[in-house]
């Protein structure tokens, strides 16, 4: 065993050669497809989910909470861009956290984020049963589950060019079904200015803030469905060619992408047929302002499904790159990172989508929305710490190890990282202070404590040096040591 100079929290384990070609990603994205990954898997918020936060804060509560998540936004992906072209590994976030803060805090990152995208994965799969029941009348649900992940999972372990070709296509399909809708609602008079103000406001409010600027403040996190997920495009660097130029590329242009249709969205959806009042109540949005016009349910259900499956299938790579890059390292059990024949996880994608299917049994098994709504709080929150963690990162990094960070500099630097790190701290502070999402809270932090268990009791004694994250890590650390002495 060889111990690590980290205050005697962890060691690390030699592993024979054979261990990381058993483990090898192959592939040659480029900053085009990388842009539909990201926006890919963020796309499905376009179309629900954000409009729960008109019931909070209004229009123009809403908007100003679309504005703040925006920008933090921005801050966060310059940041990881700059920190994706020095340590382009499959890890993403937990690489990154693992070169500013050590073992123990990468850890906590990395499973934040797989629990973000596991417990997306399958609430995202509950929405394409209920979208597809009105088509399917006579299949269940469970069968319907079990279809998505069998065909999504198959595609990713087929192959990366095959899993990121399919990312284009829907992605490009999603977008075309909101310029569809853009155009219908500025050309048909279906869009009415008059109707994003029919909120009716609380006593010493206006039609404008109809909940005041805390109707604003509380509309925070349903503003972070706009783009809530963007930041897995680092968890393609294996896979990409030229990782420090295209990761940066596929990043920055994906989150101007979707600033645009989340202001779009926001606007021409909520002043269509009964307008924002009627629009926060809606589970499908998009497809209510669709179906004003058209007036043919089952296509406007299969138009909103390229949006959800879109994020189903772009997400499902992220909980497998995820869970593959801790498992690599020896953060959790080993055999989940073996790779296939085609170079891809499908170790990690089968038990993702075993996790996925469990949970919205469970769902369904109690008939109870609120068990819903906790997983899908649970993934916000463990976006959120991820995002704080990750901009806490950038800043340590940036001031006491600049020279690591090369290849790509972010134009906004410092300044963006701490604009970034305390817009995600007014988002956590926001999502803590919804009622609503205080229960998603408690089982973070009931899974976060499980897995701080295992990791001190169990898988801080195999951390595996060889793997790049810690490679990167360990020989960034010991240049350090070096200079001091």
């Keep these: 065993m060889l111990r690590a100079n980290n205050l005697g929290l962890v060691s690390y384990e030699k592993v024979h050669e054979s261990y990381l070609r058993q483990r090898k990603l192959k ?6 497809l990388l842009w539909s990954l990201g926006v890919g898997a963020v796309i499905g918020g376009e179309f629900f989910g954000w409009n729960f936060g ?10 100003i909470a679309t504005i703040l998540m925006a920008i933090m936004y921005v ?3 310059y940041s990881i861009s700059e920190m994706s072209a020095s340590f382009p590994h499959a890890g993403g976030f937990y ?11 990468a850890f906590i990152c990395g499973m934040a984020l797989i629990i973000e995208y596991v417990l997306t994965v399958a609430t995202t799969v509950i929405s394409i049963s209920d979208y ?15 279809a998505a992940y069998a065909i999504f999972v198959s595609i990713n372990i087929w192959g990366m060019s095959q899993t990121i070709q399919l990312s284009l296509y829907l992605c490009l399909s999603a977008i075309l079904v909101l310029v569809i809708f853009f155009v219908t609602a500025l050309t048909t008079g279906l869009f009415q200015t008059e109707l994003l103000f029919n909120i009716p406001p609380t006593p010493g409010n206006t039609h404008w803030l109809p909940f005041g600027w805390e109707g604003a403040f509380r509309a925070i996190p349903y503003a972070i469905w706009f783009y809530l997920a963007i930041e897995q495009v680092p968890l393609a660097a294996e896979e990409t060619e030229n990782p420090a130029k295209n990761i940066p590329q596929g990043l920055i242009s994906g989150i101007f992408t979707l600033i645009i249709l989340s202001f779009l969205v926001l606007i021409l959806n909520s002043g269509v047929g009964g307008g924002a009042m009627a629009v926060s109540k809606s589970t499908i949005p998009l497809g209510y302002g669709l179906e004003i016009y058209y007036n043919t349910g089952y296509l406007i259900n299969i138009a909103v499904l390229c949006g959800v499956i879109s994020t189903f299938h772009s997400i499902t790579f992220a909980y497998a790159r995820s869970l593959f890059a801790m498992s690599r390292a020896g953060y959790i059990p080993r055999w989940i990172s073996v790779t296939s024949k085609t170079y891809t996880p499908y170790r990690a994608l089968l038990l993702g989508a075993g996790v996925g299917l469990a949970c919205a049994a469970l769902i ?4 109870d929305a609120a068990v ?24 340590k990094l940036k001031m006491t190890r600049p020279e690591l960070l090369k290849n790509y500099h972010s134009p906004l630097g410092v300044f963006g990282g701490f604009v970034g790190l305390i817009l995600a701290v007014v988002a956590f502070i926001a999502c803590f202070s919804e009622p609503s999402y205080r229960p998603g809270l408690i089982g973070i932090a009931v899974v976060m404590g499980l897995s701080i ?15 790049p994250e810690e490679k990167a890590a360990l020989l960034a650390s010991s240049i350090s040591k070096a200079n001091l002495g």
Aim: proline letters at 6%.
């Design 95 to 105: 690489s990154y956290t693992r070169q500013a803060f050590g073992p123990f805090w």
């Design 364 to 367: 369904k098994i109690f008939s």
């Design 75 to 77: 801050c966060l992906v």
């Design 453 to 467: 268990f295992y990791f001190l009791a169990f898988s801080r004694h195999e951390i595996v040096a060889k793997a």
């Design 132 to 146: 597809m029941q009105p088509v399917l009348p006579q299949v269940p649900p469970w069968v319907i589950w079990i």
């Design 372 to 395: 819903g709504s906790i997983l899908l709080n649970m993934s916000v929150f463990g976006a959120v710490i991820s995002y704080i963690l990750v901009m806490l990162s950038y800043l």
């Design 27 to 32: 592939g040659n994205a480029n900053g085009w």
């Design 54 to 63: 008109l019931d909070k804060g209004g229009v123009v509560g809403l908007g």
